[in-house]
């Protein structure tokens, strides 16, 4: 079987030590989906009944894609190692799968913002109406530190008390910019991936031909 060598055995180590760092970024992007799915804070926002489960397709996404990278990260090591044209390819494959999970996961986060927003807004204003003194508003005044809405506002706030509509707004925007930044920069790193395993599959093989 042919080696590749020159310039070509340097792309391969590149591209070993490209897909090492990628296996720790599919690490980084799993730990932040599993800490937005689990965040005590969100969760709490999150977990009555009837409330809007929209934000959480975001998360769900990115857990999925983190996971995704961390494998394909793995194979693509060996693939590397290996010289397996067979490893590479699979690997960038999985790339373009990733690519576009990660991509979606960004757009979704930034077209979906205003709607999901909108969706906890209307959850917490009904419930408010319903009950102002449930288990679920005062979890909302107590996360958010608010207190009822612009058309029916708490009596007697604290001083410079915001209201929940607003307070929800400022939270969930955090949170959603996190979903967009995090897939977006990682599917920008992906290309930077393919790039290197287009070219590594690409010597290997004209390797093989000339022997």
Do not use: H
């Not at 080696?3 to 030590?17: A, D, Q, R, W």
């Not at 490893?87 to 990733?98: P, V, Y």
């Not at 029916?152 to 925007?173: L, Y």
């Not at 977006?184 to 022997?211: D, H, Q």
Request: net charge neutral; with cysteine; hydrophobic share 45%.
């Amino acid at each position: 079987m042919g080696k590749v060598e020159g310039g070509m055995k340097c792309v391969k180590y590149l591209l070993f030590i490209f897909n090492f760092i990628f296996w720790l970024m599919g690490s980084f992007v799993l730990a932040v989906g599993l800490w937005l799915r689990f965040d005590p804070e969100t969760v709490s926002l999150l977990s009555g009944d009837k409330a809007p489960d929209t934000f959480f397709i975001g998360v769900y996404i990115l857990i999925g894609a983190g996971s995704l990278v961390m494998l394909v990260g793995f194979f693509g090591c060996c693939g590397a190692v290996r010289e397996s044209q067979c490893l590479l390819a699979s690997f960038f494959a999985c790339l373009l799968i990733i690519f576009g999970a990660e991509v979606a996961a960004g757009v979704f986060g930034f077209l979906n913002k205003d709607k999901i927003i909108e969706d906890v807004q209307n959850f917490y204003t009904r419930t408010y109406n319903e009950n102002s003194n449930s288990t679920v508003i005062i979890s909302y005044q107590k996360v958010l530190k608010c207190c009822g809405t612009s058309s029916n506002p708490c009596p007697d706030p604290k001083p410079d008390t915001k209201d929940c509509e607003t307070g929800i707004k400022e939270f969930f925007n955090n949170k959603l910019y996190i979903i967009g930044y995090v897939g977006i920069g990682i599917a920008g790193v992906m290309i930077i991936g393919m790039i290197f395993s287009m070219v590594l599959c690409c010597a290997i093989r004209n390797s093989r031909e000339v022997i």
